[in-house]
């Protein structure tokens, strides 16, 4: 059984970030120049994206979320601007280090991207949105996932999970196979999500902290294997440990070791390899200090932040 860590986005050991952004109104203010300073913050994302990336590799790390505002105002509808040809040779340099370093990247749109919107509008928008990841993946030549919460709970859970459905049923092939679904911490929990999941036949992240705050005396032993078998390759969860007492849903800097490891203990009879998406506001830093409490804490065998059990 091997798990894999990974973590979100911005590392904070390093200074680099593949995340700045340019508002719509900054843009609009810059006049003649907007194109200019388009072209500079893009570039300089990507830049640093190579730079994560390889600073991954040297640290052993194989699995990262890329951020979602590597392209600003990409789906903005009244920016017209090429954001793919002009860029053509950094999406194929990025797209080379994933492939050749045997990688795993995904991303987590925006909370803007709702499918089960009761807008017309939204749930077009959201089309494009994912309409233009799906660019991005195809020119990194890359075969990668877009982690989608259900959304909207508008006129009622069972409402909205049946707008879901629907919705994601009228969608491209192609971009109904970079979906997965995740359950989240107040409206669609794990037997929402599984239920959904196992319906359109698309894989679920399980979001363990999400399950923890919201649920209904399940317990996670009895739907692991469930939601793992969504997967056809390796599945993935999300841990993150809540900030304190009174904030539960919210994230901690870093993880409490000792939840990681009743979590591995507790569904450790699959016998299952996945891969864990660290959630904590410290990113790498929260990443490395969890693998060095495990090595003190428990004899699992450790090597290139992989556990093994």
């Not at 300089?44 to 730079?51: D, V």
């Not at 979602?68 to 903005?76: A, D, M, N, Q």
Request: glycine content about 2%.
């Amino acid at each position: 059984m091997k798990i894999r860590l990974g973590y979100a986005c911005v590392p904070v050991t390093i200074n680099e970030t593949s995340s700045h952004t340019l508002t719509y109104t900054n843009y609009k203010r810059l006049g003649d120049k907007a194109f200019k300073k388009l072209d500079e913050v893009i570039v300089s994302n990507f830049k640093g994206l190579e730079n994560i990336l390889k600073y991954n590799i040297r640290n052993d790390i194989v699995f990262f979320r890329m951020t979602s505002e590597l392209i600003p105002l990409l789906t903005h509808p009244l920016v017209k601007y090429d954001f793919f040809d002009k860029y053509k040779d950094n999406y194929k340099q990025i797209g080379d280090i994933i492939r050749e370093n045997d990688l795993r990247v995904d991303m987590h749109p925006s909370a803007y991207t709702v499918l089960n919107s009761t807008s017309k509008d939204v749930v077009a928008s959201t089309i494009n949105i994912l309409k233009n990841y799906r660019k991005m993946y195809e020119y990194m030549q890359i075969k990668s996932k877009l982690v989608l919460h259900v959304g909207s709970k508008a006129n009622g859970k069972k409402a909205s999970i049946n707008r879901f459905i629907e919705n994601f049923n009228k969608l491209d092939k192609d971009i109904k196979d970079l979906i997965v679904l995740e359950n989240d911490d107040k409206s669609f929990n794990i037997r929402n999500v599984l239920s959904i999941c196992e319906k359109l036949n698309i894989p679920m992240v399980l979001d363990y902290h999400h399950f923890k705050v919201n649920r209904n005396n399940e317990k996670i032993e009895d739907y692991i294997e469930r939601i793992f078998n969504t997967w056809v390759g390796i599945p993935k969860v999300h841990f993150s440990s809540p900030k304190d007492k009174k904030n539960k849903r919210s994230h901690n800097d870093y993880i409490n070791s000792d939840d990681f490891i009743n979590f591995l203990e507790k569904i450790k009879f699959t016998n299952r390899d996945f891969d864990v998406m660290i959630e904590a506001k410290q990113k790498d830093d929260a990443l490395f200090r969890l693998i060095r409490e495990l090595k003190y804490k428990t004899d699992y065998k450790i090597e290139k932040n992989t556990i093994f059990l």
